[in-house]
């Protein structure tokens, strides 16, 4: 008898002794945890605190009504933390009335104020924005020149021990400090084996981050305060970047890629690298950097965030629906409407949901084109419909925890099925919350 092929299975394969294959899910993270407060309120970054999603305005922050306005679009869509861009004397003061109206308005969300330049002076002059925001972004790379860097870097960091905020020492490549990446350059020329050009680059961007927030203890800042970030462009760079950036340190970790781009590619690019990352254990916060297609709401970069925690298992935002992409055995679109129609109206009812029905974040739902898949689908999903394929008898059963409940006939499939979830969901949730 021949030998056997490496891939051959035999009943004698088939013991009972074997390991199981490891359940797929992300690396523990550990780090230190941030405390970001105002008022009463806090969001705490790192820990045991879920990965948490922030975002950025793009409005002029001294226009004080669109920029609230913006932030609370924002915060609604799920962002835990939005950041506003400091840039002059009047956004400095348009900062205080800013919190004030969302305030005004019920908006429970932390600001992260963006300083480059002038932060220094900002933040001294305007002691009201330094109280009013909760965090401050500082770019070791843009606070200064030669002897000027350390005392502008240091009266941010006294301004944020002094309010007691938290800091995020945000390094990104296309600001990177020239006085530091030079001195890796020349240190390298000196290797006996020079390391590459990218590689030089990767030690410039942690170097920078970790002797600033080294620096930041030295002038009084709590480590468990420090967010780092170290933003690149590229997917492998951002993976390697922070790869090698997490074992150096136990601060909580800022995560994004920086100038993601538009639309399919933006979107992709980021989660391809934040998924990366995030399940090796590597990430305490991200933010997703897309720029917005004309039209495009601004809080697509918020949408394209929780759906990559929520693809990865780490955190659940809205019920998720399970719609099988379509093929030659079901050539009518009613599955793709009805699919989007369950997820738009999943979505739309969220903000009221997530109070009323506690837990229904976590719902699946299946929409399934024929009954190849359908019915095995639809038994896996909380709630699940199989759509008659071509040629199937017109009839559409309904799975309800695993069971079949029920068969929809005609023309109200859509409206009939979308009720069918709105009762399930006041039985199984309204119940839980009824009971908290
Ligand atoms: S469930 Fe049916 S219609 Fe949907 S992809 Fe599979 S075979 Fe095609």
Known sequence: MGSRMANEISKTDLDLDREPIALGEPAPRCSLQARVVWGERVVTIGGDAPVR????????????????????????????????????????????????????MGIDVPLVGDFHYNGHRLLTDFPEMAQALSKYRINPGNVGKGDKKDRQFAMMVEAAVKHDKAIRIGVNWGSLDQELLARLMDENQRRARPWEARQVMYEALIQSVLES??????????PAQIIPSCKVSGVQDLIAVYRALRPRCDYPLHLGLTEAGMGTKGTVASAAALSVLLQQGIGDTIRVSLTPQPG???????????????????????????AC???????????????????????????????????????????????????????????????????????????????????????????????????YIERRYGAAAAHA
Request: hydrophobic share 45%; proline share 5%; net charge negative.
């Open 53 to 104: 999603v922030q975002s950025m305005t793009n409005t002029d922050t001294e226009d004080v009504i669109g920029t609230a306005i913006q932030v609370k679009e924002l915060a609604i869509a799920g962002s835990e933390l939005v950041r506003i861009t400091v840039n002059t004397p009047e956004a400095a003061a348009a900062v205080p009335a800013i919190r004030e109206q969302l305030d005004r």
């Open 213 to 222: 927030a080294a620096a930041a203890v030295e002038l009084g800042m709590n």
């Open 296 to 322: 495009e709401a601004r809080i697509q970069e918020v949408v394209v965030a929780l759906e990559i925690l929520q693809a990865l298992g780490l955190r659940s935002f809205v019920p998720s629906v399970t």
């Open 325 to 423: 992409p379509g093929c030659g055995r079901t050539t009518s679109t009613t599955f793709q409407e009805l699919a989007k129609q369950i997820d738009d109206f999943l979505r739309a009812q969220m903000p009221v949901w997530r109070v009323r029905y506690p837990g229904v974040e976590t719902m699946k739902v299946a929409v399934m084109g024929c009954i190849v898949n359908g019915p095995g689908e639809s038994k896996h999903a909380d709630i699940g419909i199989s759509l008659p394929g071509t040629g199937e008898a017109p009839a559409a059963p309904v799975f309800i925890d695993g069971e079949k409940a029920l068969t929809l006939r005609g023309e109200g499939i859509a409206t009939e099925f979308q009720a069918i979830v709105e009762q």
